[in-house]
């Protein structure tokens, strides 16, 4: 087939429960990969890595010519990109906050504990909705400061917001940009609503961090606010979800690593850093080229949009040895599973711990369990793949 | 046919963290013989990079340093026991407790030690410090947790800068006194010592740059009470700490025949050392802080680099060669990289920026305190600083790794407004950085051109 088409084959929703099969044919005829809609792939690690540091790509949907208000930090450039992600930082990581992830474990553990009170023995679960699901979202509104009530309402915004972002080559957007505008609008208003409800009264959580904020020079607007926080509670959650239920799935899939990892389970934290490797929640991120940029000989123009293939990276044998192979104890294993450069990951720690968590405490439940369908139903995105369901027999 | 090489006798002389991760590395390798690593020091490794930030900052005690061990190298280790010569004839190592030890290859690893305070009368005042150990960090550590009137540090390179900065963050006055004319000047230029100079300044240094300190005052019973400057003033301080850069650790090959002198030990791309004459050796390595070896993107000068990530990779390209034959062995050609945390900046490296002649400043600004620092030489980018921009390094690796054009082509999206604008590196002579031709194929000065060894026994 012509590999002008791949983005296309890649997000058709048949393709949702094995892309590898595309990624391969698309690192074959790579590095670079015109396709008809002028946009180009890149699938192989050692070009998506150095074009992830170029600081000469944007992130920017403006570079392309997109008229959109100012995006949130994921998606600015230097150095506007620096400030924002910088005054995010302050309370949630080293050096402002050093302890924040970490002093989350405990409660990470309890949480899970608690949504695992229901897993016995002969029962059929869903790891997504029953588990994988709600821990991550009870965890960043805890962070956040958000009352776990209004969890349902900020949920249903957020699902605009991410349909919204989808790559979907063969339909309209209109609608679901309209919607994702909307939900934008009014998430933004709660969000800021509620940190003021906090100004002057701090709770210890990140809103009230980011509106009691000493110093004005280090305060965010309340657009900002708003735009940070939004991110923040999108990606604190929807790519964790599937960073578990994948994890729970290659798991089941590969018994003999499962075993691996009742034997040593020191080994986990690993795991964790494999899958991120093997199944990673983020498979794709687009950046756009300020200037014209040669790529092993190819010019990419300037304005271009740039498909970065990140899990097709991952699986680069140029890069790792037997990358089809899921292996924990594989050495040297530096993925591409947060990303890299200037927008690597900033929720990174949070869902090592997550991950690490919630599967150490799965792990005992798996050992008789077994997967009630194999695929399993996938989400419809693309970029942030993951199975919508995962139903198991304990 | 190469089996032996996996077995046999080898000796690491340097128990530090290239003797460390050249023990691992040579089992992970598939060394079965023994191995003996001798360390001067009575500690197990240790690392280094904290001695001078979180240790003096009271954050961590300088004994929690410890280097983990990546697998058990299962090594017969002598601490606490000094190297004393090394007979390429006879193949032992000599100890200072009159041991000799056997061996069918051995690495060198003795790295550097701080470079004395000159006057050795004045050195030996109560209240003056060096920096390199755990032991001095310790007992640096206690002192400025003394709370001490006034330190004096002598020397404004990296580790003279993170000292002063340790102080500042404790709320202790110190003078920094610097024979050139800005901190870091010497390793990063001209253009980043004025920033290295505010950051100093804005900090609360007494920062002197242009002098020398010509004399250390006690108070007539032993103990630090300030220093004369050249400039003809004085400072009364009751702390001193020499950070003149280091020395390397090579007094005891003196008579080994190997090209070992004051510069360090010249080794080819591959860890192998050479002899005073200039030819490879086959059972005799070098690794870390005390070799110096040529690297292709700088020209093939023979460089000496007291870098931690160097005594990394060097330690296991050394190993590797010590137990492959010729056609399976690899060159060291990893690029220079070291960082510093001072005054709250994060300032990062990649290449040598000493082997430049000109600067870019290719993204953000002085004025910004967030930069890219973009160094070329003839017309290429030999290596780059970042100032609290360090996600930008590895793009700029890759620019020196291809050998790049200089300055960076434009496009990225913080780009300074000067990055069109050249202008000159301020930094020694890249052509001087070997010293010549002859001290370099053999390590000695050059009144020592040539010494004949004669076998013994």
Known sequence: MDSDTLLARITDYASRPDPYPLYAELREAGPVVRQADGSCLIGTYHEIAALLHDPRMSADPRSRGETTRKPPFLRLDDPEHHRLRTLAMRPFGPPHSPGRVDAMRGEIARLTEELMGSFTAGRQVDIVDDFAYPLPVTVICRLLGVPRQDEPQLQEWSNALVAAADVRPDEDPTERVRAGQQAQIEMGAYLIDLAEQRRGHPTDDMLSAFVNEPDPALRLTQEELAQTAILLFIAGHETTVNLITNGVLTLLRHPEQLDHLRREPDLLPRVVEELLRYEPPVHIRERIPHADIDVTGTTIPRGTSVVLVLASGNRDPMRFHEPDRFDPTRPDNEHLGFGGGIHLCFGGPLARVEAQSALGALIPYLDTARLVEDPPPYRQNAMLRGPRHLSVHL | ???????????????????????????????????????????????????????????????????????????????????????????????????????????????????????????????????????????????????????????????????????????????????????????????????????????????????????????????????????????????????????????????????????????????????????????????????????????????????????????????????????????????????????????????????????????????????????????????????????????????????APFPPPPGAADRAIAADVPIPSDVPDPKGLSHGPTVALTGYLPDRRLTVVQPTG
């Open chain 2, 1 to 403: 046919m190469f089996g032996d090489l996996k077995d046999g006798h080898i000796v690491i002389v340097g128990a530090s963290l290239a003797g460390l991760r050249a023990a691992e590395a040579l089992r992970t390798e598939g060394f079965t013989g023994s191995l003996t690593v001798v360390g001067d020091e009575p500690h197990p490794p240790y690392d280094r990079p904290p001695l001078s930030k979180q240790v003096l900052l009271d954050k961590a005690a300088a004994d929690t340093t410890g280097l983990p061990m990546r697998r058990d190298p299962g090594a017969d280790w002598r601490l606490g026991v000094r190297a004393t010569g090394l007979d390429p004839f006879k193949k032992r190592v000599v100890l200072d407790n009159g041991e000799s030890l056997p061996f069918d290859r051995v690495l060198i690893a003795t790295g550097t030690r701080a470079r004395p305070w000159p006057n050795p009368d004045e050195a030996a005042l109560d209240g003056v410090f060096t920096l390199r150990t755990r032991d001095e960090a310790e007992s640096l550590a206690e002192r400025l947790a003394a709370g001490p009137q006034r330190v004096l540090v002598i020397g404004a390179g990296f580790t003279g800068s993170e000292i002063a900065s340790a102080c500042r963050e404790r709320g202790l006055e110190v003078t920094v006194a610097e024979r050139g004319p800005a901190p870091l000047v010497g390793a990063l230029g001209g253009t980043l010592s004025r920033l290295a100079a505010v950051m100093q300044l804005n900090h609360g240094v007494d920062l002197r740059c242009g002098v020398t300190v010509t004399a250390l005052r006690g108070d007539g019973n032993g103990r630090f009470t300030g220093a004369d400057l050249s400039d003809g003033s004085r400072v009364d301080a009751d702390l001193c700490v020499v950070a003149l850069g280091a020395v390397r650790n090579v007094e005891w090959l003196a008579e080994s025949g190997l090209a070992a002198g004051p510069r360090g030990v010249a080794c080819d791309a591959g860890c192998r050392a050479f002899n005073m004459y200039g030819i490879v050796t086959d059972d005799v390595f070098v690794a870390g802080d005390v070799s110096r070896f040529p690297h292709p993107l700088f020209g093939y000068q023979m460089l000496s680099l007291e870098h931690w990530g160097n005594a990394v990779a060097q330690a296991e390209v050394a190993a590797h060669n010590m137990v492959n034959p010729g056609p399976l062995q690899r060159p060291h050609l990893a690029i220079p990289i070291f960082w510093s945390t001072q005054f709250g900046f994060n300032i990062k490296s990649v290449g040598v920026p000493t082997y430049s002649d000109h600067v870019v400043i290719a993204q953000g600004s002085l004025e910004a305190r967030r930069l890219a620092m973009v160094y070329g030489y003839e017309g290429r980018v030999t290596a780059a600083v970042t100032v609290d921009m360090a996600k930008s390094l590895d793009y700029y690796r890759y620019l020196i790794e291809t050998a």
